[in-house]
């Protein structure tokens, strides 16, 4: 009896928890100099955000993968259900979460990648102009110990490039399924979308930019812990591994996490279980 008794209070605590909560995932947009358009971003807010005015949040920028948009962490990875639990239970840290958007399905018509290529300088909109505008306006980050950044399949390449392109920037990378490397298409066209991300992964690969680093470089980059994350069916496995492989052997503070699965959604949803419980232990 008093087994089951037990178990219709914590039923019941649950339940308050989730019924009681203000979180949000609202969308919104920046006009962006840099890219001559109007960017889109999801962001989610931690329960309490419209109520503690004066408090300032830690920030996750979580990015997406090759032909999705701003919303797919939401819709497809339902990211909010996770964050929710994870901050409910303490798991993690409230924080303010950033997905924006860099790239679409419309591969032939609309840029994918995170980083700078003829015609798209995504790179430079993200910290020139995305970055400071969302943590001023969401009272989050303004920096680097209270900033982190993970993604998925391209995402997560953009993740590892932001984090050792920009060492003083982040305290944390989670890449999941992390495109990390590619075959450079130099005689490509500029106007050939798919051809100029794949050259810009290929030319932004950690593993020539790890090997070229100087020894001071390497100590600036060693104060990002990274957290490696890929399925064992995952047809990027052994980049991913090989990227961990040369962490360790740089000496970076750097796990590794090999689950049963592959390139999918499930995956990539449960892989934030994982993320956010690491970055907030990171975070200062």
């Known amino acids: ?88 239970t303490g798991e993690a ?24 290529m003829p015609g798209w300088a995504y790179e430079d909109h993200f910290f020139q102009e995305l970055l400071p505008a969302v943590e001023q306006k969401y009272r989050a980050g303004g920096s680097r110990g209270q900033r982190a950044v993970a993604g998925l399949s391209m995402g997560g390449g953009g993740s590892v490039g932001y984090a050792l392109g920009h060492p003083d920037m982040f305290c944390a990378c989670y890449p999941m399924s992390a495109w990390l490397n590619a075959q450079a298409r130099p005689d490509a066209a500029l106007d050939d979308k798919v051809a100029q991300v794949t050259n810009a992964v290929a030319k932004r690969n950690p593993f020539d930019k790890l090997d070229k680093a100087s020894d001071e470089e390497l100590n600036a980059l060693r104060q990002i812990a990274f ?29 590794l996490r090999v ?21 907030s232990r990171n975070f200062k």
């Open 1 to 88: 009896m008093k087994t089951v008794l037990r178990k219709i209070s914590m039923f019941l605590v649950g339940l308050m928890v989730t019924t009681s909560a203000d979180a949000a995932v609202v969308r919104d947009s920046i006009k962006s100099n840099i890219l001559g358009t109007v960017r889109y971003y999801m962001v989610y807010l931690p329960d309490g955000f419209r109520r503690e005015t004066n408090r300032h949040y830690p920030i996750l920028y979580l990015l997406h993968g090759f032909t999705d948009d701003e919303r797919s962490w939401q819709d497809k990875g339902q990211m909010d259900r996770v964050a929710d639990e994870l901050m409910a």
């Open 259 to 279: 689950r049963d699965g592959g390139h999918t959604w499930e995956y990539w949803h449960n892989a934030l279980r994982l993320c956010l419980p690491f970055v």
């Open 93 to 116: 840290q409230k924080m303010v979460i950033v997905m924006p958007c860099a790239g679409g399905p419309d591969t032939k018509n609309v840029w994918n990648g995170y980083f700078n």
């Open 227 to 255: 957290f490696i994350d890929c399925g064992d069916d995952d047809f990027l496995f052994d980049n991913n591994i090989e990227l961990y492989k040369k962490l360790r052997m740089k000496r970076f503070n750097a796990q």
